[in-house]
């Protein structure tokens, strides 16, 4: 028993050391690092809360807070709402159905990668695909990625097209309803949008609670977009958080600073998460429960 | 038995000699970062210095520019920087703000040949009085418009700044909403500026002794409103309406390559790319470079284009030095090397290269460096007018300007105040 106990650890021993190294230390240096002045070249010099201070000071930070929980509050509901439509749609019987859950599937596939980062910006351009499709209609072009608000729209719809891997998972939530639910609504009468909202979506709260929480933490810490595409811009406006700190550690070589902003973005989403779970009890309902639970 | 000791002794006592000759033979690292031309160039450069000092081996790690400062940072704070770096003029500050990053190229002046390089050149290099980088070539910003868009507005190079400013509504006027002069992002911007400042005021924008902006509120009033100027009358497009465009270089903007965008305010020595992205038949000439009445200094953004230094971790210095001097000043070295690191700064190697035809006078960057070479400049820029925080700040007021949400006055203080801060941040 005891062997067999070694001989597991040591097998997992490749991914606890590979955490212990590339994620735990990194994490609490970090930490320490956050409260000195370090430019990787000279050694850090301890100054307390000073990096916390001048955040408080600095406009750049609060702009950049206000841009990220705006794309993160723009983007979790669309994307959820869309995927749950779409799964919806794919728990029909229809013919050629398993076609169209790959094609659906296929963005999600393609992921966060700078290609499509770099397409979307083909799109999107005052040159580019949408424009010129516009124009067929006479409409003149519009600055999609030159005006604040389209710019954050265009970033947005492309985490928002990545929506299959929520729908893949509200399928097998839909899936998993229990007809019976749905043949005794009938009975009594109710309509498709009472089954809809009275049944599938009290039943699938666990899967859009687990849904919601793995987007936004994800959304949290958006990069490829927004670097790719707009830079930040225009005018800061789709400067998100993590390129800010990207910047501030790896383009002003300001490492206190950009540490110091990373445990500010970690607070944040730790502290958004556990309002979440909180909040999760009055409406998420498990299997078994009597009301919420 | 005794033979075989004997013969067991001897063979330890050739393996030693053996270990104790290559104990003997140096070896130097030496980085660089560049396209394959420069590649190709620098290692041949560097065979022939292997030829000529055989008891020296060198070992070349070179990249392309992304990713070439990351890489090159990891191993200074790791101490574990090659012997001979090519190192870029803004990068003094971020490694050597007291001159003691990198050696001191003065101390090794008995095999690396000073006299080669003009006193200007070599103070651009120069921390706290101790040269930590050796320019290779030099670059400045100047004018180049597309010879083929001015001619169909009918105009010729603009002489001076107002020539500039009118140009923006005749261009308007006889080619359309999308047709402009010049094309300007920040960074051009703020160069440009300070050189009109510069021409006007005799003043630098950064104040190295007193670590903030030389300017007054009036004068950095002045530099904001002549952007917005330009913007006003069609000159440059607006960063509004660049951004419409997404991110990408100046260059590979469909504008640029149509012609639309009729010049740029650019590195003599980064203008061939300009140059080469442009629709055929179209092409680049050099601009006359405004000069106001009177000025003794045009304002020249005038920095080496590239230097090399000597890691301060460095145990083979003096070899290090030697490899420098081979590449910049001896003629094996500069003739291998050619212009794969634009014009050379070194007298002995551009005298060579002119004379065989190397450098030809018609090249738009050769063309560019030599209206630099004959314009006044003696005012230094500030190493830290680069800062990349202080030039960020710069191209978010210019949006923020463009985008409505401030006014030139408002922009003006901000960056004055904000920009302040930084400079003491950087310069602590």
């Given at each position: 028993?005891?062997?067999?106990?070694?001989?597991?650890?040591?097998?997992?021993?490749?991914?606890?050391?590979?955490?212990?190294?590339?994620?735990?230390?990194?994490?609490?240096?970090?930490?320490?690092?956050?409260?000195?002045?370090?430019?990787?070249?000279?050694?850090?010099?301890?100054?307390?809360?000073?990096n916390?201070?001048?955040?408080?000071?600095?406009?750049?930070?609060?702009?950049?807070?206000?841009?990220?929980?705006?794309?993160?509050?723009?983007?979790?509901?669309?994307?959820?709402?869309?995927?749950?439509?779409?799964?919806?749609?794919?728990?029909?019987?229809?013919?050629?159905?398993?076609?169209?859950?790959?094609?659906?599937?296929?963005?999600?596939?393609?992921?966060?990668?700078?290609?499509?980062?770099?397409?979307?910006?083909?799109?999107?351009?005052?040159?580019?695909?949408?424009?010129?499709?516009?124009?067929?209609?006479?409409?003149?072009?519009?600055?999609?990625?030159?005006?604040?608000?389209?710019?954050?729209?265009?970033?947005?719809?492309?985490?928002?097209?990545?929506?299959?891997?929520?729908?893949?998972?509200f399928?097998?939530?839909?899936?998993?309803?229990?007809?019976?639910?749905?043949?005794?609504?009938?009975?009594?009468?109710a309509?498709?949008?009472?089954?809809?909202?009275?049944?599938?979506?009290?039943?699938?709260?666990?899967?859009?609670?687990?849904?919601?929480?793995?987007?936004?933490?994800?959304?949290?810490?958006?990069?490829?977009?927004?670097?790719?595409?707009?830079?930040?811009?225009?005018?800061?406006?789709?400067?998100?958080?993590?390129?800010?700190?990207?910047?501030?550690?790896?383009?002003?070589?300001?490492?206190?600073?950009?540490?110091?902003?990373?445990?500010?973005?970690?607070?944040?989403?730790?502290?958004?998460?556990?309002?979440?779970?909180?909040?999760?009890?009055?409406?998420?309902?498990y299997?078994?429960?009597?009301?919420?639970? | 038995?005794?033979?075989?000791?004997i013969?067991?002794?001897?063979?330890?006592?050739?393996v030693?000699?053996?270990?104790?000759?290559?104990?003997?033979?140096?070896?130097?690292?030496?980085?660089?970062?560049?396209?394959?031309?420069?590649?190709?160039?620098?290692?041949?450069?560097?065979?022939?210095?292997e030829?000529?000092?055989?008891?020296?081996?060198?070992?070349t790690?070179?990249?392309?520019?992304?990713?070439?400062?990351?890489?090159?940072?990891?191993?200074?704070?790791?101490?574990?920087?090659?012997?001979?770096?090519q190192?870029?003029?803004?990068?003094?500050p971020?490694?050597s703000a007291?001159?003691?990053?990198?050696?001191?190229?003065?101390?090794?002046?008995?095999?690396?040949?000073?006299?080669?390089?003009?006193?200007?050149a070599l103070?651009?290099?120069?921390?706290?009085?101790?040269?930590?980088?050796?320019?290779?070539?030099?670059?400045?910003?100047?004018?180049?418009?597309?010879?083929?868009?001015?001619?169909?507005?009918?105009?010729?190079?603009?002489?001076?700044?107002?020539?500039?400013?009118?140009?923006?509504?005749?261009?308007?006027?006889?080619?359309?909403?999308?047709?402009?002069?010049?094309?300007?992002?920040?960074?051009?911007?703020?160069?440009?500026?300070?050189?009109?400042?510069?021409q006007?005021?005799?003043?630098?924008?950064?104040?190295?002794?007193?670590?903030?902006?030389a300017?007054?509120?009036?004068?950095?009033?002045?530099?904001?409103?002549?952007?917005?100027?330009?913007?006003?009358?069609?000159?440059?497009?607006?960063?509004?309406?660049?951004?419409?465009?997404?991110?990408?270089n100046l260059?590979?903007?469909?504008?640029?390559?149509?012609?639309?965008?009729?010049?740029?305010?650019m590195?003599?020595?980064?203008?061939?790319?300009?140059?080469?992205?442009?629709?055929?038949?179209?092409?680049?000439?050099?601009?006359?470079y405004?000069?106001?009445?009177?000025?003794?200094?045009?304002?020249?953004?005038?920095?080496?284009?590239?230097?090399?230094?000597?890691g301060?971790?460095?145990?083979?210095?003096?070899?290090?030095?030697?490899?420098?001097?081979?590449?910049?000043?001896?003629?094996?070295?500069?003739?291998?090397m050619?212009?794969?690191?634009?014009?050379?700064?070194?007298?002995?190697?551009?005298?060579?290269?002119?004379?065989?035809?190397?450098?030809?006078?018609?090249d738009?960057?050769?063309?560019?460096?030599s209206?630099?070479?004959?314009?006044?400049?003696?005012?230094?820029?500030?190493?830290?007018?680069?800062?990349?925080?202080?030039?960020?700040?710069f191209?978010?007021?210019?949006?923020?300007?463009?985008?409505?949400?401030?006014?030139?006055?408002?922009?003006?203080?901000?960056?004055?105040?904000?920009?302040?801060?930084?400079?003491?941040?950087?310069?602590?």
């Open positions: 028993m005891y062997e067999n106990h070694r001989l597991g650890l040591l097998y997992i021993s490749p991914y606890i050391i590979g955490l212990l190294l590339f994620t735990a230390f990194p994490f609490l240096s970090s930490l320490i690092i956050s409260f000195t002045d370090y430019d990787l070249i000279n050694p850090p010099e301890y100054i307390g809360l000073d916390y201070r001048y955040m408080m000071e600095d406009e750049t930070f609060y702009q950049s807070m206000w841009v990220t929980f705006a794309y993160v509050f723009l983007t979790i509901p669309l994307k959820l709402a869309f995927a749950l439509f779409i799964a919806f749609v794919l728990n029909f019987k229809l013919r050629g159905i398993k076609f169209f859950r790959t094609a659906y599937y296929i963005p999600s596939i393609l992921g966060s990668s700078v290609a499509i980062a770099v397409l979307w910006r083909a799109i999107f351009s005052l040159d580019g695909l949408l424009n010129n499709f516009l124009g067929i209609f006479g409409v003149e072009a519009i600055s999609w990625l030159g005006e604040p608000v389209f710019a954050m729209f265009s970033v947005t719809l492309l985490r928002v097209w990545q929506f299959g891997s929520a729908m893949v998972i399928l097998a939530a839909l899936q998993s309803v229990p007809q019976s639910q749905y043949e005794a609504a009938l009975i009594d009468g309509s498709k949008w009472q089954m809809f909202t009275k049944i599938t979506i009290p039943l699938i709260t666990p899967v859009i609670f687990f849904n919601f929480i793995m987007q936004t933490t994800q959304a949290f810490q958006e990069f490829t977009a927004p670097y790719v595409i707009t830079g930040g811009g225009p005018a800061k406006s789709t400067y998100l958080f993590s390129l800010y700190i990207y910047e501030t550690a790896f383009k002003y070589f300001d490492l206190g600073y950009g540490s110091a902003l990373a445990w500010v973005l970690f607070v944040a989403v730790a502290i958004f998460t556990a309002i979440s779970f909180k909040s999760s009890k009055y409406w998420v309902f299997s078994g429960d009597k009301g919420g639970k | 038995m005794k033979i075989k000791t013969a067991f002794l001897v063979g330890i006592a050739s030693g000699s053996m270990v104790s000759v290559n104990a003997n033979a140096e070896e130097l690292r030496m980085s660089w970062w560049g396209g394959n031309s420069r590649h190709a160039a620098t290692n041949d450069a560097v065979k022939e210095f030829k000529a000092n055989p008891t020296i081996s060198v070992k790690e070179y990249t392309g520019w992304g990713g070439h400062l990351e890489r090159l940072t990891t191993q200074i704070a790791g101490n574990t920087e090659p012997d001979v770096m190192t870029n003029w803004n990068w003094m971020i490694f007291r001159g003691d990053g990198f050696k001191d190229l003065l101390d090794y002046s008995d095999v690396l040949d000073l006299s080669q390089f003009d006193e200007s103070a651009a290099g120069t921390n706290d009085g101790k040269l930590n980088g050796l320019p290779i070539s030099m670059a400045a910003r100047v004018f180049y418009f597309n010879k083929d868009t001015w001619d169909r507005a009918g105009l010729a190079y603009p002489v001076s700044w107002d020539d500039i400013m009118k140009a923006g509504p005749i261009f308007k006027e006889k080619l359309g909403d999308e047709y402009f002069p010049i094309i300007l992002e920040g960074r051009d911007v703020i160069a440009m500026n300070r050189s009109f400042m510069v006007k005021y005799g003043i630098p924008m950064v104040d190295d002794v007193n670590k903030k902006i300017y007054s509120e009036a004068q950095m009033l002045e530099f904001f409103q002549m952007y917005a100027d330009m913007i006003k009358n069609h000159v440059a497009p607006s960063s509004k309406y660049v951004a419409g465009f997404g991110k990408a260059y590979e903007h469909k504008p640029w390559i149509n012609g639309q965008w009729a010049g740029v305010y590195w003599n020595s980064a203008i061939n790319k300009y140059n080469d992205n442009l629709k055929p038949p179209m092409s680049l000439e050099l601009g006359f405004p000069m106001l009445k009177g000025s003794k200094d045009a304002g020249l953004f005038y920095k080496p284009a590239q230097m090399f230094s000597i301060k971790n460095s145990e083979n210095p003096e070899d290090a030095a030697k490899l420098i001097n081979f590449i910049l000043n001896e003629p094996a070295g500069y003739n291998a050619g212009l794969a690191r634009g014009v050379p700064l070194s007298l002995a190697a551009r005298r060579a290269l002119s004379l065989d035809g190397t450098i030809k006078d018609d738009l960057s050769v063309a560019g460096l209206q630099i070479n004959d314009l006044p400049k003696h005012i230094l820029t500030s190493a830290h007018f680069e800062n990349p925080r202080f030039l960020g700040l191209e978010e007021m210019m949006e923020k300007m463009d985008q409505g949400d401030i006014s030139v006055e408002d922009a003006a203080k901000d960056f004055m105040s904000k920009g302040n801060r930084i400079l003491r941040r950087a310069m602590r």
